[in-house]
Structure formats: C-alpha cells, structure tokens
C-alpha cells in the first residue's frame, strides 16, 4: 500500500520534514517514491510547501494520506487560495 506522509529531516531539537510518497513497510525515513512537499513545524502549517497536482495524483490512484499531512496541505491550499 502506498501511503503520504513525513519523513524527518534537520539537526537534533530542530525538526524539518519533507512530504513523501512512500511504500507503507518502508523505514520513516528511508526510501521513497516522490517528494511532494516540504513541511517546518516551526512556522505555521499555512506556510508548508505542497504540490497540490502530485498530491491529487496519487491520492487518485489509492494512496493513503496521513492525519497530519492531510491537516497541513489542507491549511497550505487555503492559503494559496488567498494569495
């Protein structure tokens, strides 16, 4: 099964995460398919970085999107919607 979620990146205490197409059995942060995204938990989810189009590709071929990606593209659409 194909999921959409995050895989962490940056230094120790300072977390980055990248939005990944991955297999469901691979490691969090070990081999994907696709980056679609890049996420700082630092800022607001509104300002995450999203590909929109790939996202909607894959979730229309039966990827799985986590909770908190969902919640943070969600909140990155609304604000390109505003811009």
Known sequence: MVKIRLARAGSKK???YHIVVT???NA???R???QIGLYDPSKPDADARVDQDRMAY???VGAQV???VLKVSR???G???QA
């Open 14 to 16: 300072r977390p980055f």
């Open 23 to 25: 297999d469901k059995q």
């Open 28 to 30: 969090r942060d070990g």
């Open 32 to 34: 994907f398919i696709e």
């Open 58 to 60: 894959w979730v229309g």
């Open 66 to 68: 986590s909770p908190r």
């Open 75 to 77: 909140a990155a659409a």
């Open 79 to 81: 604000a390109q919607a």
